[in-house]
């Protein structure tokens, strides 16, 4: 802030300290025009915004800096919080919390710096929009923390850097507040928005923490994980079970072996005092051991324990500004398995109910982020020493372990999507080395310019994770019992999704290298050859298409070779892309995607197929859907001509326009009805209904391609009587269940649609399907009939799930019985038409890149027709 304090006469600085500290600096209801936590009020981000300012102009004890901008293009504000003092020295608090995160210096010198430091702590709110309580209630945490002259806080001021970022999603939080004041006093008011509350990701903003597809993810991640390492890092959520007000730590089991247990005992050791403070301010309705695992890595306090960091989450009740009642006549007698009645040690004291307001949700996160803070203070030099001893036991455990480094070499099936390893890592606070000379490591060769990342570093534990396969252990509910499932996913092996070849080293490599200090992004130009005719593309890359599409929205040809072809010593395979453009344009190309263009003097003499860039329809419901979401990011990442296509849209519209139609992954009411008027305003119910799942039929009747991901084809497989099965539809979860795992599936890879691929691929299978293709029935009345033989259905079969050890990572209940060798991607004739359908999602949560170019090659064979 701008120092003011100079401009007070010197004898009020001395009488009236108090009256500067709570005169001079507006509180929330200063400028918003009523307390945070009213009834029936909400701040917009631009309020917030004014808010943020003035209490950064007037207090030396906040620093407001910008850490980005959001996808629509909103500032992303991140607050310091602590003394004076404190705030003066941050660049010295910022080194001593680096050096004790990252582990490189002497036990003496970290006690030293244990005991000089400060503990730095993380709090975040307004990441979830439809939780509206927590992007409200840190304004008032600011203030408080800033003014209050009560004992704790100045200690937590001397002992703590508060790292406050108010609003995490301030798209999202502008979204769900004007829908709430538009719908106020309507039968809508406490309704969701019919649009996601993050432009791409919706919900899925907590799951994008270690691929970091996101500008609001990779500005977060950039302070967490390589400038301020905080001790704890605390995310404010509400989805606390019914009749609770809060749900804390400690999480269920099961807990990543991955993580030090110091981590666990860490973050129940924060759990306990939570609830301790509640119980003493006499403040019910604590919860613990509810639902959420400590195995899952992705999200925003689970990947903070892979750093060696405290992460945690509280899910509190009460998100919308309406007032509730809850009749304590009707309190249950269990909530999440607990009894009601205090004999619980996990919920020792229930709320019995009574009338409820958003207020009290304020209340409850202040008052758990207090105990955070205080404890934090209390023990400052603990939690820094403590990252640092994490830290240490991971480099040791790096240098005797099995594997001493994972080495990403140059010889890669997509060496775009190898780098984008290396930054995935590097995001994520791995230190990259690069090979400046070829070297070889257990009995391998690896030519200069490959990736070493050694295991010996303070975190390790992240490294392994996102590069190991994981192994979710099966628990039951009770003994003999049906089994726990997991909690959001159990596999995300990044190798596997993202088809890139790393090589374990059991000896540390010997080899000259430099420290990669920066995110790879422009590389030299690959520009090779007699380009007098165009230029060919390998289409092993996802980049080449990315880069096609850039060449055709600029005017270009393009086409795609039907043959494998040889130029020098490099073949490449059928389906690469022969593009005509300047000199210049492919020189910028290939220095962004560091993708290899070999000139081609003349016309090949295989035959060449000209492509068009694809003009799709993306079908979005008013049922707010984040497959749809992700899948509109990869088509605009990508370049892809795409227009939203809601239910209206296909009933009425000219679909003819369309090479192809993307349905993403939805269930089949939700695609066919929508919802009601009991839900939701008469504008934005309904779904395709009749009419419009006529005219996608005549759409490809006519010659439209049809593509559908995951739970959508069974709506395509029911409304257009595709002659296939979903084999698991009506199977019991007793029997077959997979939450988030990686399958293995085999490549037709001389059919048109796996073009790129390789012949074995990890499918993100996440409550998934398979197909079964339909079959003459020759039975009757228990007998067996000879038949002649019927026309067989025609259908082509591009991918099917393994025959044999099916899961790569994760867990699975009944894949071997109910999956394997059952198609997962087929193309089936439709008229003049084709539908091509997913039994999984290619493009699930963007981390799947290795199953991408299934999605591209559909959409390219649509412009062929």
């Known amino acids: 802030m701008i120092n003011r304090l100079k401009q007070i006469p010197i004898f009020l600085l001395v009488i009236f300290p108090f009256f500067i500290s709570a005169q001079s600096i507006p509180a929330p209801e200063d400028v918003f025009g009523f307390k945070v936590g009213a009834d029936y009020k909400l701040a917009d981000y631009s309020q917030i915004e004014d808010y943020l300012e003035q209490l950064d102009r007037a207090s030396d004890r906040v620093q407001k800096i910008e850490i980005g901008t959001s996808v629509l293009g ?5 607050l310091f919080i602590s003394s004076e003092e404190n705030l003066a020295d ?8 680096a050096k004790m995160a990252r582990a490189r210096v002497s036990d003496d010198e970290a006690k030293k710096l244990s005991i000089e430091g400060k503990a730095v702590v993380w709090i975040d709110g307004g990441m979830h929009s439809t939780e509206l309580a927590h992007g409200q209630m840190t304004s008032e945490l600011a203030y408080t923390l800033a003014t209050s002259e009560d004992a704790e806080f100045q200690n937590i001021r001397e002992n703590v850097i508060t790292l406050l970022m108010p609003v995490m999603n301030p798209d999202g939080l502008d979204i769900v507040v004007n829908w709430y004041k538009q719908n106020l006093g309507t039968p809508y008011e406490t309704s969701y928005p019919p649009v996601l509350y993050h432009y791409y990701m919706g919900y899925d903003n907590n799951r994008d923490w270690f691929m970091n597809n996101m500008p609001e993810t990779q500005a977060v991640t950039k302070v967490l994980y390589n400038d301020w390492y905080p001790q704890i890092v605390y995310n404010h959520h509400q989805s606390s079970p019914a009749w609770t007000k809060i749900s804390i730590p400690p999480y269920a089991d099961p807990v990543n072996p991955n993580i030090h247990p110091a981590v666990t005992t860490g973050v129940s050791e924060v759990g306990s005092a939570m609830s301790k403070r509640f119980s003493l301010e006499n403040m019910p309705g604590a919860i613990a051991d509810n639902y959420y695992t400590m195995f899952w890595n992705g999200g925003g306090r689970t990947v903070p324990y892979y750093h060696n960091m405290i992460g945690i989450l509280t899910e509190t009740g009460h998100r919308t500004p309406t007032p509730r009642y809850y009749d304590p006549q009707k309190l249950p007698k269990t909530i999440a398995g607990m009894p009601t009645d205090g004999t619980d040690i996990m919920y020792p004291n229930p709320w019995k109910g009574g009338e409820s307001h958003f207020r009290d949700a304020v209340d409850y996160m202040l008052t758990a982020t207090w105990t955070v803070l205080d404890l934090a203070a209390d023990r400052k030099s603990d939690y820094l020493f403590n990252i640092y001893r994490m830290g240490k036991d991971a480099i040791d455990k790096g ?5 001493k480094a994972y080495v990403i070499g140059k010889d890669q099936w997509d060496s775009f999507e190898a780098e ?12 990259v080395h690069q090979a400046t000379e070829k070297f070889k490591v257990d009995d391998q060769s690896f030519s200069k310019g490959s990736y070493v990342v050694y295991t010996d570093q303070a975190f390790r534990p992240y490294l392994t994770d996102l590069m190991e396969k994981q192994e ?9 019992g049906p089994a726990k499932t997991p909690y959001d996913l159990a596999g995300w092996t990044l190798p596997l999704q993202m088809g890139v070849k790393v090589d374990r080293a059991a000896e540390k490599p010997i080899v000259n290298t430099e420290l990669v200090s920066s995110l790879i992004g422009s590389r030299p130009a690959q520009i090779e050859g007699n380009a007098t005719f165009g230029y060919i593309i390998s289409v092993n890359s996802n980049a080449s298409v990315a880069v096609t599409n850039r060449l055709l929205k600029s005017g270009n040809k393009a086409y795609r070779t039907t043959e494998s072809m040889k130029i020098g010593k490099e073949t490449f395979p059928i389906g690469s892309f022969v593009v005509l453009g300047s000199e210049s344009e492919e020189k910028a190309l290939s220095e962004e995607y560091g993708l290899k263009f070999s000139g081609l003097k003349s016309k090949p003499k295989i035959d060449l197929v000209e492509i068009s860039l694809p003009k799709v329809g993306l079908y979005k419901s008013w049922i707010p859907n984040m497959d749809e979401g992700w899948t509109r990011f990869i088509m605009d990442d990508y370049y892809f001509d795409m227009d939203t296509l809601h239910d209206e849209d296909i009933q009425y519209k000219d679909l003819s326009v369309y090479d192809a139609i993307i349905i993403p992954s939805q269930d089949a009411e939700n ?3 929508g919802r009601s008027v009991l839900q939701m305003p008469v504008p934005f119910t309904g779904g395709l209904e009749l009419e419009g799942t006529l005219a996608l039929s005549n759409y490809v009747k006519g010659g439209g391609t ?9 709506f395509v497989i029911d409304q257009f009587g595709l002659p296939l099965r979903n084999v698991v539809q009506e199977v019991p979860s007793k029997n077959f269940f997979i939450a988030g795992s990686l399958i293995k599936a085999g490549v037709n890879i001389n059919n048109a649609l796996a073009y790129g691929m390789q012949d074995t691929v990890a499918l993100s299978f996440n409550r998934s399907r398979a197909f079964s293709v339909d079959k003459q029935r020759t039975s009757g009345e228990g007998g067996e009939e000879k038949l002649a033989e019927a026309p067989r259905p025609e259908v082509d079969i591009v991918v099917k799930y393994a025959k044999e050890d099916l899961l790569m990572s994760g867990w699975e209940m009944g894949a071997k019985r109910y999956l394997a060798d059952k198609a997962a991607l087929v193309n089936v004739p439709y008229g003049q038409g084709n539908i091509v359908l997913f039994a999984f999602r290619p493009q ?4 799947p890149r290795g199953t991408y170019k299934l999605i591209f090659n559909a959409l390219y064979n649509s412009t062929e027709q």
């Open 74 to 78: 909103r500032k992303m504000y991140l």
């Open 472 to 480: 979710y252990p099966t628990k039951y509910q009770y003994p003999g």
């Open 90 to 97: 941050l660049d010295k608090h910022k080194a001593i919390s």
């Open 671 to 673: 695609i066919m009805h």
């Open 706 to 714: 049809l593509i559908t991901f995951d739970a959508a084809s069974d």
């Open 420 to 431: 984008n390893l290396v930054n995935v890592l590097m995001q994520g606070g791995m230190e």
């Open 399 to 403: 240098q005797t372990s099995e594997i």
């Open 844 to 847: 699930f949560r963007a981390q």
